[in-house]
């Protein structure tokens, strides 16, 4: 162990950065390092992806918080909250913030996270930010140079969600550009809240990065039936507005490239997100959709500074004679991904600064289960879920393949809401589409991360949400079966904690973190405490 404590500073702390404190808490305890957190925003960190939940009224503003800052003080940890960091000195090794003072570092994390992305529409400015120096005023980070015009919004941090609810609470109409995963949750959620909701998107189907046209045109049929307005095959292109007394412009409408104009309280920009990267670039460091880091989250170029979250881009560094063409993939933009980098970097510090044995490799991110969170919708998709039975008159042998082909299995019910793709190869699973089969989904998760075989007949699966179901006849229960995919928590590890007293799915999350994460999956943490609830009453019998 080194007799100097080892300078670490962590830039950003949101939850990706809250969960890297908690892991190196130990380390700092013993006096072993020292933790220095940078953070642009003035509150504690808070769970973002349940920030649609609390823009709707769904959930207070002490149920987002996923980290004790106390604890974290008291254990020594600096925090500078409401201040940015303006640059990376690499030669000196020292960032500068924004109230002027400079920060010395050994290792340098950078758990940046990533901003919304702002469409090109007439009436809004865009900023180019890959070359932006970052602003002397923490408070403006994403907004400095274009702040988006009255009425018009995205939905990424506290500010934008207080606006949101707002909106909801008077009844406005909600006018949602964009038809992505945070787009529908919201324009449900503002429907079920009894606000008015219209969601705008280019494509045919909602939710197209994940959805086949099955899955999608059943999700938006749901989605009429819940109250909101569904609006496909509209390129925004520009936005209408009115004064308000004082003089300013305030958003009144969107224009789409046909002429139609969807009018509306408030826009709420939805079209995905980048990542902050312009602090990396502007010392040097390579960036591609994040970050570059290697298999140890290291930057290419610089191995004293690392990426964690949704600013790092994980791909291998290019050796001599490499392809010089940006690397494929990109930041997940999933919590549960980013959780993992944070738990296993902060295990390789502690390792690293004791002297300890390595810690093991990092473990390659499995395909992401994508929920959608909508009150009486499920939607569940994971892996391929691209191909069609239409698209399989080319055998792929024929094709050149030495893989086998790929069979589809579909079924749908659009009347009720319900659709179940499942696409296999050699009897295994390579992704599903299930919407409004919560029982299926979960069996389906299980098959997929198990890599097991699927029954000759599909058809079986679908009993699972049917009248005459018995939890006994599947494997969603069994103990090795993951129910929380954010934080990797199996019906074993919440019986265990149940048996413990924990018998809430509250007290669960506080005890293994089961459920703190995109909070999709609490419906199944209340079945699996309902089933051992029954269990031990059957036992006590």
């Known amino acids: 162990m080194s007799e100097k404590p080892e300078r670490i500073v962590l830039v ?3 939850p990706v950065g809250a969960r890297f404190v908690e892991e190196l808490l130990p380390l700092v305890r013993q006096g072993a390092a020292t933790l220095t957190v940078v953070g642009a925003e003035s509150a504690d960190a808070y769970n973002r992806v349940l920030i649609a939940e609390y823009a709707v009224g769904n959930a207070d503003r002490e149920s987002l918080d996923i980290t004790d800052t106390l604890a974290a003080r008291e ?3 600096h925090l500078r909250r409401g201040v940015g960091v303006t640059a990376i000195l690499r030669s000196r090794r020292v960032v500068s913030l924004s109230d002027g003072t400079l920060l010395p570092y050994d290792r340098l ?5 990533a901003r919304a992305n702002i469409p090109t529409l007439d009436g809004v400015t865009r900023v180019r930010r890959d070359r932006q120096i970052p602003p002397t005023d923490a408070a403006t980070l994403d907004t400095s140079g274009a702040p988006l015009p009255r009425g018009v919004t995205v939905l990424r941090d506290l500010d934008d969600a207080e606006r949101v609810l707002a909106a909801v609470t008077a009844g406005k109409r909600i006018v949602v550009l964009g038809a992505g ?5 919201i324009a449900l959620a503002a429907a079920a809240a009894g606000g008015e909701a219209c969601v705008v998107y280019h494509g045919e189907i909602p939710m197209a990065r994940n959805l086949d046209r099955g899955g999608g045109s059943v999700l938006a049929r749901s989605a009429r039936r819940a109250g909101v307005t569904m609006v496909n095959h509209s390129r925004a292109e520009s936005l209408l507005f009115h004064q308000d007394d004082d003089g300013v412009d305030r958003f009144d409408a969107l224009i789409c490239a046909d002429g139609k104009q969807i009018h509306g309280d408030l826009l709420l920009l939805s079209c995905g997100v980048g990542a902050r990267t312009e602090l990396a670039q502007l010392a040097g460091l390579p960036v591609s959709t994040g970050v570059l880091v290697d298999e140890n989250l290291q930057s290419w170029t610089d191995a004293r500074i690392y990426a964690i979250g949704d600013c790092a881009h994980v791909a291998a560094a290019p050796r001599a004679g490499d392809s010089t063409a940006p690397p494929a993939g990109g930041p997940s933009g999933l919590i549960g991904p980013g959780w993992r980098q944070a738990d296993w970097l902060a295990a390789r510090f502690i390792a690293s600064v004791l002297g300890r044995p390595d810690t093991a490799a990092l473990a390659a991110s499995a395909s992401a289960v994508v929920m959608l969170k909508a009150e009486g919708i499920d939607v569940v998709s994971v892996g391929n879920t691209s191909a069609d039975p239409g ?4 055998d792929d042998h024929a094709a050149g393949c030495a893989s086998a082909p790929l069979h589809v299995s579909q079924w749908a019910d659009p009347e009720h809401g319900r659709y179940v793709k499942m696409v296999t190869r050699d009897g295994i699973l390579d992704g599903f589409v299930c919407v409004g089969m919560p029982r299926t989904a979960a069996e389906l998760t299980l098959l ?4 097991s075989e699927l029954p000759a007949d599909r058809s079986v699966l679908l009993r699972y ?6 939890p006994e006849a599947g494997s969603a229960f069994a103990r090795d079966a993951t129910v929380c995919w954010c934080n990797g928590v199996t019906v074993g590890a919440i019986a265990d904690s149940a048996e413990a007293g924990n018998t809430t799915i509250a007290c669960i999350g506080a005890a293994t973190r089961a459920g703190t994460g995109c909070g999709g999956c609490k419906a199944r943490i209340g079945d699996v405490l ?10 006590a019998s």
């Open 12 to 14: 950003g702390y949101g």
């Open 75 to 77: 254990a020594g940890v």
């Open 109 to 113: 994390v950078l758990a940046t996270g």
């Open 181 to 185: 995963v945070l787009g529908m949750e």
């Open 391 to 394: 698209d399989l008159s080319v």
């Open 448 to 451: 997929f991360e198990r890599g």
């Open 465 to 470: 949400d049917g009248p005459d179901y018995e």
């Open 530 to 539: 309902e089933r051992f609830a029954a269990a031990t009453a059957e036992s």
